[in-house]
């Protein structure tokens, strides 16, 4: 659906969250949507919504805005096709795959939790996304254990091994 949107939170690291001014419930704005937009709280702006299927977090946000229009943009009748919240999810994990290795690749090494909450995404979404690119050898990843645990504490991601170590 196309609303008008007023943003309510602008996020130094490019994401926003926003009102929508028909349902009043809460929009998300993705980094790679509000690129190119100089967004603050107060601002309205036309946005398709779609449900947000991949937030999984307790407090939740129901819409995500997928395209956003300025003044000069005449929307176009575009149709985002939901069939179902697997669908949708392929859609958000492309995006949001390019967004973790766009991180990782500004160098040094992140912990799963720091990479969820830069993208503002479930801990686990983000641990998926991560060991999809450790899998295709695109970064490398270490456990850190804790003495005496069977399990890992914490799961570091980089883009290559030399940025575990101190210079």
């Known amino acids: 659906m196309e609303n008008t949107i007023i943003i309510t939170n602008s996020h130094p690291h490019g994401f926003c969250f926003a009102c929508d001014t028909v349902s009043n419930e809460q929009v998300f704005i993705p980094i790679h949507v509000a690129e190119g937009y100089t967004l603050k709280p107060g601002d309205r702006i036309k946005a398709l ?3 947000n299927f991949a937030d999984k977090s307790a407090r939740g946000t ?33 995006v949001i795959d390019d967004e973790v290795m ?17 993208l503002d995404v ?17 970064i490398v990843m270490a456990d850190v254990f804790m003495s005496g645990k069977d399990e890992p504490a914490m799961t570091l991601w980089a883009l290559n091994a030399a940025e575990f170590f101190l210079p």
Not at 122 to 138: E, I, P, Q, S, T
């Open 122 to 138: 479930d801990h686990n979404l983000a641990a998926d996304m991560a060991r999809k690119h450790f899998v295709a050898g695109r």
């Open 62 to 94: 129901p819409w995500q805005a997928v395209r956003l229009y300025s003044e000069k943009d005449v929307p176009i009748n575009q149709v985002v096709e939901v069939r179902d919240a697997e669908h949708l999810n392929a859609f958000y994990d492309g």
């Open 49 to 51: 919504l779609v449900p």
């Open 102 to 118: 766009k991180l990782i690749k500004t160098g040094g090494y992140f912990s799963t939790e720091e990479i969820a909450d830069h």
